[in-house]
């Protein structure tokens, strides 16, 4: 029992503390959550974790971190070293889908193939071209994201939250 009076007071302490803090508010996950994929596809990140096991692991083991983090903080169900108005988790969620879709638009436009050389290297000889094969996983990105964020969304409007 007194054990876990002190796990408690570890985590209440952790949890007021001004990292707790910071991650914790809504904006910053978001923006993490948000820059992230910019990051992958746009910087040598992706192509780097498709030459290497090792980074491919410490990659999504950080992915698991920053959706906890995000999701944490935005939905403001466990305990939480402040809480915010909830005004704010619903302008972010409608500034989320407009970076989303831009994300999508973005790799399904543009003239950039994200680690072509990886690719081309691979010689793959069936399927769609590499420039294909992106405009299709954009819409597949544009898409899900949008669709997996309707969940979420329905979580921001429940009665329990309106009150």
């Known amino acids: 029992m007194r054990e876990a009076c002190e796990n408690k007071a570890k985590l209440d ?5 001004k990292v707790a803090h910071l991650l914790t508010y809504p904006p910053i996950g978001s923006v993490i959550l948000l820059a992230t994929p910019w990051l992958l ?21 950080a992915l ?15 305990p939480m070293p402040r809480k915010y108005p909830h005004l704010i ?3 972010i969620t409608f500034v989320e889908v407009v970076f989303d879709a831009g994300l ?7 003239p950039l193939v994200v680690a072509a050389a990886y690719y081309t290297a691979l010689g793959r000889t069936w399927g769609p ?13 544009w898409i899900g994201g ?3 964020g309707l969940p ?4 921001l409007f429940s009665p329990d939250d309106l009150r």
Do not use: C, K, P
């Open 64 to 78: 698991v971190v920053i959706g906890f983090v995000y999701f944490y903080g935005r939905l403001q169900i466990d």
């Open 129 to 141: 071209s590499l420039r294909m094969d992106q405009i299709i996983g954009a819409g597949v990105l």
């Open 146 to 148: 949008d669709l997996a």
């Open 152 to 155: 979420f969304l329905a979580a």
């Open 13 to 17: 302490r952790v949890l007021n503390g």
């Open 104 to 110: 999508g638009l973005v790799l399904w436009l543009g």
């Open 41 to 61: 596809y746009f910087t040598g990140w992706y192509e780097a974790i498709l030459r290497n096991g090792g980074l491919d692991a410490l990659s999504r083991l």
């Open 89 to 91: 988790a619903v302008a």
